[in-house]
Nanobody, 123 residues
Framework: VQLQASGGGLVQSGGSLRLSCAAS????????VGWFRQAPGKEREFVGC????????YYSDSVKGRFTVSRDNANNTAYLQMNSLKPEDTAVYFC?????????????????WGQGTQVTVSS
């Protein structure tokens, strides 16, 4: 599967953005999709994921209650809705997918990655 993330941009603190992750292929529903982010000089960090099959969502503590991961299997797209954005959310955001895992916060367990989209939150 090939992934393309989009929707990043510049937003003021407290604002919202919705990122999209468009996937190729006809078996998107069989993939768990994860969202990660990486700020300059920092390691890639788990944000949230949505499982394959009957979808369940999981989030990092830093975004829980502010971010929502969803998916539209008919359109081969996953989303990351980000509300109440803070300057510390500034990073390049990546979507990733894997068919073998159910849910994981470990980026090394995802085989497929999108190219990343920049999110900048100004104070």
């Amino acid at each position: 599967v090939q992934l393309q993330a989009s929707g990043g941009g510049l937003v003021q603190s407290g604002g919202s953005l919705r990122l999209s992750c468009a996937a190729s292929g006809r078996t998107f529903s069989r993939y768990t999709v994860g969202w990660f982010r990486q700020a300059p000089g920092k390691e890639r960090e788990f944000v949230g994921c949505i499982t394959r099959g009957v979808p369940r969502t999981y989030y990092s503590d830093s975004v829980k209650g502010r971010f929502t991961v969803s998916r539209d299997n008919a359109n081969n797209t996953a989303y990351l809705q980000m509300n109440s954005l803070k300057p510390e959310d500034t990073a390049v955001y990546f979507c990733a997918a894997d068919q073998q895992i159910y849910a994981s916060a470990n980026p090394t367990q995802y085989d497929y990655w999108g190219q990343g989209t920049q999110v900048t939150v100004s104070s």
